[in-house]
């Protein structure tokens, strides 16, 4: 398939990565200049648990010098620079172009909209890790999985191919019908977690106490009702059974919410908690402790963030 990533920091190094080496025809578009040139020079350095290898088989290039719309563009930005990048890049965008959005949070769909005709745009979300720390670089341990499916049910042929392009890089990939289940029980795993880590500066482990637990269990509770309530059928016990796992058995992890606020970046709250608490408002739910933790997390923000 021909497939270029809007993005390719830790998910779309790693995706695009993979993609390549399973011989599909890839292109990295980023705006991180560092990143590229190292790419170009000595290939991607991409390390799984299949061990340490360079790709060189990809090409890369900056938003403004794509020239050809790729079959496939997925969208590898944090939430809040998808708009920008999708602006800046008409050429990304053909007449037989589909964009799949992977990112975490709720309101993939509408941003890309804004600019792809909605039947064109497959969502879906994903538990594979991924690391870049250094540029050039990308590393991804463990296991993961992809579920997506087409924003408006449609298109079933583009998602087929897309899942087994997918597959071809050994992803793990389904589609899945049920795919707005797995991206809002998502969503409250990680406004439980991320928040909460962000805020306290704890690791998860850290978080399991008393307080720290009964927070989480709470947020969760909140962001299911909510999901419920719009029409969306989760399991909150089942997301508590994952956030439990987590507390015990991710003790050292840093989630990305943590990992930004200690380095001055900005976060994907919005896109988390934010639009829970939208979502809420619209349909008259309280809640508190999910927007508690939107305004602290923005509290943060407000004093760490550089740039
Ligand atoms: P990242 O910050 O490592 O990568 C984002 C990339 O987007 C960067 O390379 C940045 O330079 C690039 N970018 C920013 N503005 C751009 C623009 N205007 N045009 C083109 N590129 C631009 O983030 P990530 O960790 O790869 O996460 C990407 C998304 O995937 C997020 O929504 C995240 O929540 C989600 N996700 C991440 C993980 C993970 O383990 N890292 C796992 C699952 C989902």
Redesign the pocket.
């Known amino acids: 398939m021909d497939i270029a990533i ?7 190094s790693l995706f695009g990565g993979l993609l390549a080496e399973a011989d599909h025809r890839v292109t990295l ?4 200049q560092a ?1 590229l040139d190292s790419i170009r020079r000595e290939g991607l350095q991409v390390t799984t648990d299949a061990g340490a290898r360079a790709v060189t088989n990809l090409s890369v290039t900056r ?1 403004e010098d794509m020239v050809e719309a790729p079959e496939l563009l997925i969208v ?4 809040f ?1 998808t708009q ?2 999708l602006a ?1 890049a008409p050429m990304l965008i053909g007449r037989n172009t589909f964009v799949l959005s ?4 709720l309101g993939n769909v509408e941003r890309i909209a804004q600019y792809v005709p909605r039947e064109c745009v497959m969502v879906g979300m ?1 538990t ?3 690391d ?1 720390s250094v540029p050039g670089q990308v590393a991804s341990h463990g296991t993961g999985a992809i579920r997506l499916m087409s924003a408006d049910g449609g298109a079933q042929d583009v998602v087929a191919r897309t899942v087994e392009a997918l597959n071809s890089a050994d992803l793990n990939c389904t589609a899945d019908p049920n795919i707005w289940s797995a991206i809002w029980e998502k969503v409250a795993f990680n406004a439980a977690l991320n928040g909460l880590c962000a805020i306290t500066k704890c690791t998860v482990g850290e978080l399991a106490n008393v307080d720290g637990q009964a927070l989480a269990v709470r947020i969760v509770e909140e962001v299911a009702g909510v999901a419920q309530a719009s029409g969306v059928a989760v399991d909150p016990g089942h997301i508590i059974e994952t956030v439990e796992h987590a507390l015990a058995h991710h003790r050292e992890h840093r989630p ?1 919410m943590l990992q930004d606020v200690l380095a001055g970046r900005k976060t ?1 709250i919005e896109a988390i908690n934010g639009e829970v608490v939208v979502r809420a408002r619209e349909l008259g739910i309280d809640v508190p402790c999910t927007q508690a933790v939107l305004h602290l997390v923005r509290l943060v923000e407000n004093r760490s963030v550089v740039a």
Do not use: C, I, R, Y
Request: proline share 3%; net charge neutral.
């Open positions: 809007l993005g390719a920091g830790a998910m779309g578009v980023d705006v991180d990143h938003t590898f930005t944090k939430t620079h920008k990048a800046a992977l990112q975490n949070g994903t594979w890790p991924a870049k990305s994907e």
